[in-house]
């Protein structure tokens, strides 16, 4: 079992937290095409969990090595970009957007996609494996997917329609690469 204390070890005790946030990322996919999205959204949920205490594992135990890294990138574009977009797009926007709206919610939610997409191969070349700065440069990706959560439940309460969502989508993604300032946890 050193392997689960070995830095250099692909399946040390920090990666295998980032496994378990890749594997409810994936599972919450598939439940989002069954429309059952109550059970998808608590599996982002617990990956979400499973990357805080990835990181911290890392920094702990000194397990933090590149691989992790681009392992920890992957699971946050997974389950902080594409499952949240998933989500809002077969909940919200198929469901409540027709003709041009729904082009127009394709598009946005592509844009999202790229942006996170950007920010965390930014974020990676910039970064060296251990490193923890006191400020992220514009929205992590994990916050962005909060944001989005909270722009879904919005629309899933009838507060806000699909309309304002694409908006509100369009912005949360601006900012994943914007000049903002976010203190790092």
Do not use: C
């Amino acid at each position: 079992m050193n392997f689960l204390w070995t830095p250099s070890s692909h399946f040390n005790l920090a990666n295998l937290f980032t496994f378990v946030n890749i594997t409810a990322g994936l599972m919450a996919t598939y439940f989002i095409t069954q429309n059952n999205f109550i059970l998808a959204i608590a599996l982002a949920w617990v990956g979400g969990a499973f990357d805080i205490f990835d990181g911290k594992i890392a920094r702990k135990y000194k397990l933090s090595n590149e691989f992790g890294v681009q392992l920890d990138s992957f699971a946050d574009f997974l389950s902080f970009v594409l499952v949240p977009v998933f989500l809002i797009f077969q909940a919200t926007y198929a469901t409540q957007l027709e003709g041009g709206f729904l082009i127009v919610a394709s598009i946005i939610s592509i844009y999202y996609v790229i942006s996170g997409l950007r920010r965390l191969i930014h974020f990676n070349l910039n970064t060296d494996a251990g490193e923890v700065d006191k400020y992220f440069t514009g929205v992590p990706t994990p916050l962005g997917a909060i944001l989005l959560w909270l722009v879904y439940l919005s629309n899933a309460y009838e507060l806000l329609p699909a309309t304002f969502i694409m908006g509100l989508m369009l912005i949360i993604g601006w900012s994943l690469n914007s000049k903002i300032k976010v203190k790092h946890p």
